[in-house]
């Protein structure tokens, strides 16, 4: 069964720049069809996209975000990283990690998308 | 406009049933999905598509679309179903992800 599992710093000084690891395990990054993301929860707050990488190497990020964020994989080691720069207090977080998948169009609808396999959670705290 | 409305809080007595929504104009177009988030623990997907729930999710779980709105429904509440639920969709711009800001469910 396919896990997922978050690492980095719980750490991290205003200005600087955050980086997590998401781990596969169990499954393969290089599946086709799957894209991979990275989701946050501020404290007491809901969910909140951060973007998504597809295997041919094609990402999309949060507008709100775009600016400071890059999110890549590494296939061989079985991994995909996400990148903040210029982090705030605001950045601070619960940050996880999920395999995305790609539901079919109908008659009806556009094809959608689903989360589902999550990591547990890594929390990061910005602070001096 | 991407934006998913649902409404802060809701409860519901043990055993009866409870429908949440989410509201938005994407939903015209895409199907939500739904996650249930407890405490201290990671969001785990319930419902996605039209109606169709994972594996080991419980059958009184389950999902409608209609219009602008999507819907969980959760018939016979039980204890452990006391969470907060998400509800997320792409939105207008084709590749992004846009959640609904949470509903907290009180089983009394």
């Known amino acids: 069964r396919l896990q997922l599992q978050e690492s980095g710093p719980g750490l991290v000084r205003p200005s600087e720049t955050l980086s997590l690891t998401c781990t596969v395990s169990g499954g393969s990054l290089s599946s086709s069809g799957y894209y991979w993301a990275w989701i946050r929860q501020r404290p007491g707050k809901g969910l909140e996209w951060i973007g998504t990488l597809y295997l041919s190497g094609s990402t999309y990020y949060n507008s709100s975000l775009k600016s400071r964020v890059t999110i890549s994989m590494d296939t061989s080691d079985q991994h995909f990283s996400l990148t903040l720069n210029s982090v705030t207090a605001a950045d601070t977080a619960v940050y996880y990690c999920?395999?995305?998948?790609?539901?079919?169009?109908?008659?009806?609808?556009?094809?959608?998308?689903?989360?589902?396999?999550w990591g547990t959670g890594t929390p990061v705290t910005v602070s001096s | 406009s991407s934006e998913l409305t649902q409404e802060p809080a809701v409860s519901v007595a043990l055993g009866q049933t409870v429908t949440i929504t989410c509201q938005g104009d994407?939903?015209?177009?895409?199907?939500a999905s739904w996650y249930q988030q407890k405490p201290g623990q990671a969001p785990v997907l319930v419902i996605y598509g039209k109606n169709n729930r994972p594996s080991g999710i419980p059958d009184r779980f389950s999902g409608s679309i209609s219009g602008n709105t999507a819907s969980l429904t959760i018939t016979e509440a039980q204890a452990e179903d006391e969470a907060d639920y998400y509800c997320?969709?792409?939105?207008?711009?084709?590749?992004?992800?846009?959640f609904g800001g949470g509903t907290k469910v009180t089983v009394l």
């Open positions: 994407i939903l015209r177009n895409y199907y």
């Open positions: 997320n969709s792409r939105d207008t711009s084709g590749y992004h992800l846009t």
């Open positions: 999920a395999r995305v998948e790609k539901g079919d169009a109908n008659n009806y609808y556009f094809f959608y998308f689903y989360m589902d396999v």
